[in-house]
């Protein structure tokens, strides 16, 4: 009995295995030119799952997977390693040699594409003396890169970091005149019908961060950590990047009016972008003013409910401090010792005066309003939010500086000032006619201080006042060839820029002028900063800025793809 039964549930298992195949093959079915397959491989489809999806399928990558028999990882860290003593060794060939090894490994691994490809453009191209060798390594990690692109299509990481090796290991490297000549002249990096004036490595960074974006926008690739603000911002950036390289280069005039006519297009199209803030809600940098707006009506409507709000919420927090606190946040504020100025911050901070505070003081004094005042203060408080995250963004990307120098260069002043000042450069260089340059750089500051003069909103310390400074600083060297000075009477009186050099003179260089034709009093050594006592330092005020983000070195060990990777958060709404 017990043998017949063993026989017939044999023959049951072969049935439900025989009925089973039918769904599973039909589940299962792979696509092909003329079917498209089972549902499993309509979903893999329909999602982007399979891995044809990621980019191309190397089969050379799939065999050498297989060989290894489940000891990829083995396999990996070894040639990691032997990659990295051949860095060391400078044994450039075998290096390489290892790192394509490694890509028959890793192919669908993001971060081994950057970091490789960084080495070659950044780490190995610097250890060669003749600068077509070192293009050739910075050529060589450009290609590594774009074949990592061939196995992970469409990855904004890698399409973003490849307009960055274009853009700014080209245009802005040491060599990056020689780059740029070679770059145009290559035909690998262009296409056959690629017009000559659109090979500027600027213009093809743009074109590689337009595509890394529609990555994102089109096909719905995830950032991952990369901040919105600065992804965004990438095609923008390379379009005022490649404005400023043509008028350094020479080219002035209607041409270099287009480029930054277009500049600013596209950096007004990127303040109007809704980006996704890490609170959830979007955020556009250009609307700052309209939401400072929208908070000042509301502030209005809340003091509206009570004329004394805000003066009982400043009794009532000065109220909340103790003597010592009420003692050093009214006395004076030189003499006081390190605990003390710690008090008085600690103090300041406390007096500090929020919407909800004034609303708690008029639903005190009229509990009937006590809906209409919270709910003001929460809508003030989350406009006040939303600012702040918004400026945090905004300084990270610098918006409202080159929203203002893309309007600035477009100006006929700001165009013939570049002209003058180039020209002047040029005639003190190669013709040495240090009158001629002289006039012309003394005509370039007439048109740059009636630049400055139209666009007061732009800080004169910023990388405009550098440039212009770089052009005093020419106009220095060749008033010295002719035994003059920019202090003397005939020179520095009808000179227009010395607020622009105040404050630019790091070094102090120009510190008589200064004192002389501004009017200023000479400090005594030693002097505090403007505004503070000699015994006293700043008191600390909060802020809201993040820390500057600094400009990327030109060589480093590790790769930078040029963008802040965690995004400006606030804590609360």
């Known amino acids: 009995m017990t043998e017949h039964g063993s026989f017939y549930r044999k023959i049951i298992y072969l049935v439900l295995i025989a009925v089973l195949l039918f769904p599973i093959s039909q589940l299962g079915a792979p696509a092909t030119t003329e079917d498209e397959g089972g549902r ?37 860290s070894m040639l990691w390693t032997k990659a990295n003593e051949y860095k060391k060794k400078e044994d450039w060939t075998n290096f390489q040699a290892t790192l394509e090894q490694l890509a028959k490994l890793q192919p669908y691994f993001i971060k081994f594409w950057q970091y490789q490809a960084w080495n070659l453009t950044y780490n190995v191209s610097v250890e060669l003396d003749d600068v077509r060798d070192r293009f050739h390594y910075v050529k060589r990690g450009i290609g590594f890169l774009k074949k990592g692109i061939t196995y992970n299509r469409d990855s904004p990481y890698l399409l973003s970091d490849l307009g960055w090796f274009i853009g700014n ?16 002249a290559d035909p690998d990096f262009h296409p056959a019908d690629r017009p000559l004036e659109q090979r500027d490595n600027w213009l093809v960074s743009r074109g590689w961060y337009e595509t890394s974006v529609s990555a994102v926008d089109d096909k719905k690739k995830s950032l991952g950590q990369k901040n919105p603000t600065t992804f965004y911002a990438n095609p923008g950036r390379s ?15 209607e041409k270099a009016k287009s480029a930054w006519a277009t500049a600013a297009r596209m950096w007004k199209d990127f303040g109007n972008r809704d980006l996704k803030s890490s609170m959830g809600f979007n955020i556009r940098l250009s609307g700052v003013e309209r ?37 050093v946040l009214d006395g004076p504020e030189t003499g006081l010792t390190d605990e003390q100025r710690d008090m008085r911050y600690e103090a300041q901070q406390l007096m500090r005066i929020e919407p909800a505070d004034i ?30 995250l918004t400026k945090n963004n905004s300084d990270v990307v610098n918006y409202e500086y080159w929203a203002t120098r893309c309007r600035l260069e477009q100006t006929p002043e700001a165009l013939k000032a570049r002209d003058l000042s180039y020209a002047g450069r040029k005639v003190f260089k190669e013709d040495a006619d240090l009158l001629e340059a002289k006039r012309l750089y003394e005509d370039s ?30 106009y220095s060297t060749v008033l010295q060839q002719l035994d003059m000075s920019l202090v003397d009477e005939e020179v520095g009186r009808d000179f227009p820029l010395w607020r622009l050099v105040e404050a630019n003179d790091n070094s102090r260089e120009y510190e008589e002028g200064i004192r002389k034709y501004l009017g200023r009093e000479e400090p005594p050594r030693d002097a505090a900063p403007s505004g503070v006592a ?40």
């Open 291 to 327: 939401l400072t707006e929208e908070s000042k009506e509301l502030e209005k409507r809340l003091g509206e409910l009570s004329r004394t709000g805000r003066e009982d919420a400043l009794a009532a927090k000065r109220a909340a401090l103790t003597a010592e606190q009420r003692a």
């Open 359 to 388: 609303a708690d003081q008029i639903v005190k004094k009229s509990p009937e309003k006590v809906a209409e005042a919270r709910r003001l203060a929460k809508k003030i408080s989350a406009i006040r939010n939303r600012i702040r």
């Open 169 to 184: 290991k080209i245009g802005r490297a040491d060599e990056r005149k020689d780059y740029r000549r070679l770059f145009k």
């Open 534 to 573: 000699p015994d006293e330092t700043p008191d600390k005020t909060p802020t809201d800025e993040p820390p500057s983000n600094g400009d990327v070195e030109e060589e480093a060990d590790e790769p930078v793809a040029g963008e802040t990777g965690e995004e400006v958060t606030e804590d609360s709404e």
């Open 40 to 76: 499993l491989a309509q979903l893999r489809d329909e999602y982007d799952l399979g891995q044809s999806d990621y980019g191309d399928i190397d089969p050379a990558s799939e065999t050498i997977r297989l060989a290894t028999l489940g000891l990829r990882g083995v396999a990996v």
């Open 445 to 474: 500051f007439v048109q740059w201080a009636k630049v400055l003069e139209a666009f007061p909103e732009l800080p004169l310390d910023s990388v405009t006042g550098s440039d212009i400074m770089e052009y005093i600083e020419q």
């Open 239 to 253: 379009q005022i990047n490649y404005s400023e390289a043509i008028e350094t280069e020479g080219v002035f005039g």
